[in-house]
C-alpha cells in the first residue's frame, strides 16, 4: 500500500504515475483542503477536482485543472450582474461543485461526498480529504503589497496570481479538525509514505496542520519520501519557489529539505541538482536523485517507482 | 401607483399587460417566495424569476419559466452522479441562482438582491418580495397519495407534478417573518391592490400569511381587486381548481371569490362565468366581468386597465 500526500496540479501528475506504476487499488491519497472555498454558494474543492479530473482523464490539459472542452455558459450569464467575476468555473466543473454542496447540504461528510465523486469518474484509487472539518488556508500579504489583512486563499492565489510578497501563512480551522476517517491509518499501514512533489508552504503544510497527521508521518519518518517542487531553484508552477524565500527558508532543495525533515526521511531531487545533493544530506535526511519533471506520464510512471524503490530502501535499512 | 400581489406564470402575464397599460415605474409587484427552495446548495426564487424573465422578455415562452433558449450543459454534467434531477434548471438560469446565493451568503437580503437582479434585467417595475425571512410552504398529501408526512412544495409541485390529493397546505417559518421592506407602504400607499389570477391556496395565502399584510389588505379592502384564475370551473395553469376542491372549497369563481372575501372588494371573473355573476355577489364583494384569459399582452393589458379601473370605481364609492 502505498500513500500519497497531495496538493493540486504536480500531485496529479505523480498520481497518473502511480497508477501506471502500481495497481491503483494500492494507492491512497490524502489531500490537501485548505485551498477549499465556497463560491456563489457552491462549495469548491480545487486540489481533490484537479486530482479527480486528472485520473480520470478528463482535465483541461492546458490549464491543469477544470474539464477539457467545458463550455462557460453559466460565468457568461453571471456577468450581467457585475460583481467580481476572477473565479472561472466551466458548466461541467459547476455540476460537480452543485452535486458536492447539495450532498454537503444533507450532512454528508466531505470524505464520503470525495468516494462518491471519485465513483462517478471511474477512479480506482483511494481518495481522501484531510479532514472532513473545514480547514482554511489564509494568507497575510508584506507590508509593501498593499493589502492589509488576510486574504483567503484564492483571494491571493487567483485574484492576485500569487504575485504580491507574502509575511505569514496561517491554516483556520486546524486546530479543531481531525483527519478525515482511513488518514491516520492509510499512514500507519502504508508500505511508504509519498509527499507529491506539491508546494510545502500551501499544500503540504495545512495536511500537516491538522493534528495527528504530522506525528503519524513523523512515527513513519524512515518511509516518508518527499518529491521536491522546486527544481534549479525554481518552482514548475506557483509559487512555492518565492514563498520558500519570503517565509524563510531557502528557494531550492536544500529549502525544501529543510521544510520537511522533521517528517522525511528521503527527498527525491532532480537530476539538475544533483550538486546540491550533500547539501541536502547535511541537513539530515537521504537523498535520491532522479528526473522530476513530469512531461509525460511515463516520466511520472518512473519518477513513481523510483520514489517507492527510495522508501522501500530506506525502510530496511 | 398599483401593487400587485403574485404568483408565477399568471402574474407575470398580469404584470406584462400592467407595463404595457401603466408607467412601470408605478407598479409594485409583492411575490410569493414561499417556493423558493434550496436545490444543490443554490437558493431558487421560481416565481421572482418567472416574473424578472418574462418581464425582460427573457423568459421560456413555451413552458412559461426559465430563459428562452437556454442550454442545459450543467445538468447534463450532473446526471453522472446519479441521484434525483426532477428539478431542472438551465445554464443562464443557474447564473441568477449563482448570484442571488452568494449575494445572501454575504448577508445581502433578499429584497435587495431582487432588485439588484431586476436592475441587471431591465425591468422598470418595482419587484419586492413577500419577505426577507425564509417561508417555506409545506404540503400534507391526503391518506390515499401513498405518500405520508410533509413535502416541500417543490417536490409536490415539480417532482409529483401536483398530480397528488393534498390535505393540507402551510406556511412553515411564515408566524416569524415580517413583511418585506416596502410590502405593508406599498399597500397602503396604492391607488389600487390587484391581486393577480395566481392560485389562492398557494401562491396568494403563503403572501398574505405573513403578519400583517393580509391586515394591510383588509383595512384598503374597498380598493382591492382580485383576478380569479378559475375560468369555467378549471384552472387556466396549475392545480388551483384541485386545491380549492380539495381543501374545502369550491373549484369555481364563486369558490375563488370565498377565498378572497376577507380582503378583497372586488372580483374580476371571465365572461364564461357571467352566469355566476350574481353567486360572487352574494358572497359579499362586488363582481366585474371581462376577457382575464390572457391570450396576448394586448389582452393583460386590457385586463390591467379594467382591474384598476374596478379598484378605483369600488374606492370611491
Known sequence: MITVLCGGVGAAKLLEGMCAAFPPEEVTAVVNTGDDDVMHGLYVCPDLDTITYTLSDEVDRGQGWGLSDDTTNVMAALERFGGPAWFKLGDRDLATHMYRTGRLRDGVPLSTVTAEVALSFGLGIRLLPMSDQEVRTRIRLADGAGVSGELAFQDYFVRLRHAVPVAEVRFAGAAEALPAPGVLDSIAAADVIVIAPSNPVISIDPILAVPGIAAALRARRDRVVAISPIVAGAALKGPADRLLAELG?????????????????????????????????????????????????????????????????????
Chains 1, 2 share one sequence.
Not at 528521503?266 to 537530476?271: A, N, S, W
Open 249 to 317: 527558508g531557502d528557494a531550492s532543495v536544500v529549502g525544501v529539505a529543510k521544510w520537511h525533515v522533521a517528517h522525511a526521511g528521503t527527498l527525491v531531487i532532480d537530476q539538475l541538482d544533483n550538486a546540491l545533493r550533500d547539501a541536502v544530506v547535511s541537513v539530515g535526511l537521504s537523498c535520491a536523485v532522479t528526473g522530476t519533471v513530469m512531461t509525460s506520464v511515463q516520466v511520472a510512471a518512473d519518477l513513481a517507482r523510483f520514489a517507492v524503490a527510495a522508501g522501500r530502501l530506506a525502510g530496511r535499512v
